[in-house]
């Protein structure tokens, strides 16, 4: 079965670090590009982050640029989200999503997503 995989969440307290990373399973995503969402309790789904297939076009959600960073590293098939200088209000279910497109255009509105991964908790607290 074709999956991707999140790890990395966890607890940590505000202004730290964590680094979340998105395998993929069984096809490689070398020529889709990957976003990562988040869903706090109560609150609907949002766009964080997308990364282009070649890693050229990034895009970041307002409330988090400066802050993570996406990257990929296609040789190992994976694409990490490394955030910076958390806040309370970070705390959500991260997952990443990949879609057999080259761009991000719209990441954040698109329903066309091929593959979803099962999520991982980030809970910033102190």
């Known amino acids: 079965q074709l999956q991707l995989v999140e790890s990395g969440g966890g607890l940590v307290q505000p202004g730290g670090s964590l680094r979340l990373s998105c395998a993929a399973s069984?096809?490689?995503?070398?020529?889709?590009?990957v976003a990562w969402f988040r869903q706090a309790p109560g609150k609907e789904r949002e766009g964080v982050s997308c990364i282009s297939y070649s890693g050229g076009d990034t895009s970041y959600a307002d409330s988090v640029k400066g802050r993570f960073t996406i990257s990929r590293d296609n040789a190992k098939n994976t694409v990490d989200l490394q955030m910076n200088n958390l806040k309370s209000e970070d705390t959500a279910v991260y997952y990443c999503?990949?879609?057999?497109?080259?761009?991000?255009?719209?990441?954040?509105?698109?329903?066309?997503?091929?593959?979803w991964g099962q999520g991982t908790q980030v809970t910033v607290s102190s």
């Open positions: 069984r096809f490689t995503m070398d020529y889709f590009a």
């Open positions: 999503a990949a879609e057999s497109v080259p761009y991000c255009s719209d990441y954040e509105y698109r329903t066309t997503w091929d593959y």
